[in-house]
């Protein structure tokens, strides 16, 4: 008893001193991010310590089971490996088979007669591959395959269908938009016996984009008696870690207000979900009020909390507050992470302070911090926007020969830099380049490259751009949104 009587003080004085320790650090008010630039469209790196939550498994051994092949390690690795690339070719077969269905050809005859056993793995691939395939042309074609395997394979004997299953065909119909028929896949999952989980809620939630939606799913939720909110304390706090990566910030306050009035207490993830909502809306005395109530419910901030802070440090243009915060963490034992580091140049760089940027990049690989894609990409954009596209160029030839592939918003940011110095040539060069690399442009690259070539009157490149974007298959129902753009 004593003990713990002790550690819940050292809890609360920890607690208490990284208030005491922010508010010195803050000793002026931080002004909400008024920026809304088109050179912010990497992946946000405070967001990622929200993502990578889908809690289904790759595949479910109970229905991919492995026993019996083999006493010793080895062998059963081999066999295991056998089973991964029997399972892949036999996915490749279905997919075809699928793709030949139509009037003439009875594409579930054709099934039957491979003698397929079917697993919860050649399931997921053979789903994967369909929401892989989904482009705007053919989303009805691939809804009705992804559902007829689907009936297909919960058919067979030796197969029973998963939660995971069901996710995969749900996320089919999604991205399908066929709203409708997911929801009755939600009421057929509920029906067979499988709960609904984080996963099922977070399908859902994306496809709301209307607030009121949006509520509604989240009240259904909240009431269900079949919700498995696990690994999360409560059906709160995996509703609350949802909606934070969907951006749903004002619904998160609507949330945390029921979830107060049903008597549930906050922790350190409700916390940190509700801080990092009042920051993303600006409401930055209510983010200290927070804060404050933290340490007083004895709960001490984590790598999560400590990576928001670094943030409203860096956008507040504070260096010297976020370097002391940097050492406070390692003298309580949390070693600063590339995640952290990212997210505070981040800050700084949307502050405009570029040198407190590379300090603090220096400084992350003197502690021994391997820079990743994303942290490359912050710091390449921060240069970017500043105008320095000889850093940047130096910063992006690094991160090549140290072996980090530049992704599809490294090269949007590079392609930018370039038009906006009046390098055309060298834009163009690069879309081919993150092409031959095997990266493919999104929407944004190519009307980042379009707008820039029009606006310095070289129509013939943009148009250029556009047809082979358009050969190629890819967002051809948004060439309208390529303004002025007239189809040749």
Known sequence: MNSIALFG?????????????????????FERDKIDSEFYYWDDPLKRMWKDSDFDSVFDENHDNFRGYGSSSEGRFSRRQGFFESGRNDARKILEILQQDGPGFDAKAA???????????????????????????????????????????????????????????????????????????????????????????????????????????????????????????????????????????????????????????????????????????????????????????????????YNILLHVLGKGDKPLAALNLLNHMKAVGLNPGVLHFTTLIDGLSRAGNLDACKYFFDEMMKNGCVPDVVCYTVIITGFIVAGELEKAQEIFDEMIVKGQLPNVFTYNSMIRGYCMAGKFEEACSMLKEMEARGCNPNFVVYSTLVSHLRSAGRLSEAHEVIRNMVDKGQYVHLVPKIKRFRRC
């Open 9 to 29: 003080t050292r809890s609360v004085y920890k607690s208490c001193y990284i208030i005491v320790l922010w508010r010195k650090l803050c000793n002026s008010s």
């Open 111 to 305: 099934l039957g007669e491979m003698q397929i056993r079917v697993s919860g793995f050649l399931v997921r691939e053979v789903l994967v591959g369909i929401l892989k395939s989904i482009n705007y042309g053919n989303k009805t074609r691939c809804a009705k395959l992804g559902y007829k395997f689907f009936v297909w394979s919960g058919q067979q004997e030796t197969y029973r269908h998963t939660a995971n299953s069901y996710h995969l065909i749900m996320k089919i119909f999604a991205e399908c938009e066929e709203y409708k028929a997911m929801w009755r896949l939600v009421d057929e999952m509920i029906e067979n016996g499988f709960p609904t989980t984080a996963r099922t809620f977070n399908i859902l939630i994306c496809t709301c984009g209307e607030a009121g939606l949006a509520r509604n799913v989240v009240e259904r939720f909240i009431k269900s008696k079949t919700f498995n909110y696990r690994p999360f304390k409560h059906s709160y706090n995996a509703i609350l870690h949802t909606l934070i990566a969907v951006n749903q910030y004002k619904l998160i306050e609507w949330v945390y207000q029921q979830m107060l009035a049903e008597g549930f207490a906050p922790d350190t993830l409700t916390y940190n979900i509700l801080m990092f909502a009042k920051y993303r809306l600006g409401k930055l005395d209510q983010f200290h009020r927070l804060l404050d109530e933290m340490g007083r419910c004895g709960f001490s901030p984590d790598f999560h909390t």
